[in-house]
């Protein structure tokens, strides 16, 4: 299913992106927050969430469509 695809997609996701996802969705922070704990600009962290979610996304759709 697609849960468990994102859930196994999310666990091979590592480092600062693996954070920033889980900090913008699990912690419902805000970009600024993010970009603070992280020690990076605002924009880098939406192009680091922009790059993740496309991982993501791709990394979820093979698995989807190996089933």
């Not at 913008?24 to 600024?32: A, G, H, S």
């Amino acid at each position: 299913t697609w849960v468990e695809a994102l859930r196994t997609c999310l666990n091979l996701l590592g480092g600062r992106a693996r954070t920033a996802i889980d900090k913008q969705y699990r912690e419902k922070l805000p970009i600024d927050a993010i970009a603070e704990s992280l020690g990076m600009q605002p924009s880098g962290v939406k192009t680091l969430l922009g790059r993740s979610k496309a991982k993501l996304r791709a990394c979820v759709e093979r698995r989807v469509a190996t089933e």
